[in-house]
């Protein structure tokens, strides 16, 4: 699987516009056939999914942005970073694109954007897939708050935040012994100043309001919630609402998995993703 550099070097860029905001874009784009769009959350980037790409683009054309505020995209103070404007952000680079109809792939806040993104476009998603993803009034955790707060950033600078972040990721993945290439390449978009601020930014934009708001009712999309079942930060519990809430989904729950689900159990995350989205 490629290194969070070699990641990098495979992604293109394009200029979106957001509330009036001409912000970079970069985003990984490869194989032909229908588009699927493959979205992260807080505090990772679209390298969270290097190991799902390789199972769908023999099949998929495969669409994998990082959120502005996020990875290798915009990181400038001055444009919004909440769910609401990343939905922006993935219409404007679908219509970059193009691209007029999707599968849409979300996890964590990711998968708060493809609801906003399916509840307001319901023709523009054929097939959804939440994991682990925020919904209704289930965020922002805790963590994710305390990110939000000035103080942390001006505090603990750079390496703080650091060792802050790798304690993140370790202590919510299910194994003990995890993957360094895992958590190196999430920690790496956040070595600088300005993108310590960024995250900063990225955490007081979480609004739940922006989910609270939503007629899941006017969802059309197939769905289907393929959930971590040991998550704490986004529980099977809301999933089992969802599937209430949406017409026909369907709940699959990973055991042995928290709330990286696609990093704990990646064989069976491929295995179930491909079987909704291919076979």
Not at 160 to 186: A, I, N
């Amino acid at each position: 699987m490629p290194s969070h550099t070699e990641w990098t070097e495979r992604q293109d860029s394009a200029t979106v516009d957001v509330d009036g905001h001409d912000l970079d874009v970069a985003f990984y784009d490869e194989g032909s056939g229908d588009p699927v769009v493959l979205l992260h959350g807080i505090p990772t980037w679209s390298y969270l999914w290097r190991d799902v790409v390789p199972g769908l683009e023999d099949e998929r054309r495969v669409i994998v942005p990082d959120m502005v505020g996020y990875g290798n995209s915009s990181m400038e103070d001055g444009f919004d970073r909440s769910i609401r404007a990343q939905e922006e952000m993935v219409d404007g680079l679908l219509d970059e694109l193009g691209v007029e109809t999707v599968s849409f792939v979300g996890h964590d806040l990711g998968g708060g954007v493809g609801l906003r993104y399916a509840s307001h476009r319901p023709d523009a998603v054929d097939e959804l897939v939440l994991s682990n993803a925020v919904a209704y009034d289930s965020w922002p955790i805790g963590t994710v708050a305390n990110l939000g707060l000035p103080s942390t950033v001006e505090e603990n600078g750079v390496d703080g935040l650091q060792e802050m972040l790798d304690g993140l990721y370790r202590k919510t993945l299910f194994d003990d012994d995890p993957s360094e290439e895992f958590v190196e390449g999430m920690k790496a978009q956040w070595r600088s100043e300005r993108a310590a601020v960024s995250l900063c930014r990225n955490a007081v934009a979480t609004n739940t309001n922006h989910t609270t708001e939503l007629d899941y009712g006017a969802i059309a999309a197939e769905t289907l919630l393929l959930w971590g079942t040991d998550d704490e930060f986004q529980p099977v519990s809301y999933a089992e609402r969802l599937r209430d809430d949406l017409s026909g989904a369907e709940v699959r729950g990973l055991d042995d998995a928290e709330h990286w689900v696609m990093q704990d159990r990646p064989d069976a995350y491929r295995e179930e993703l491909r079987s909704f989205l291919v076979e």
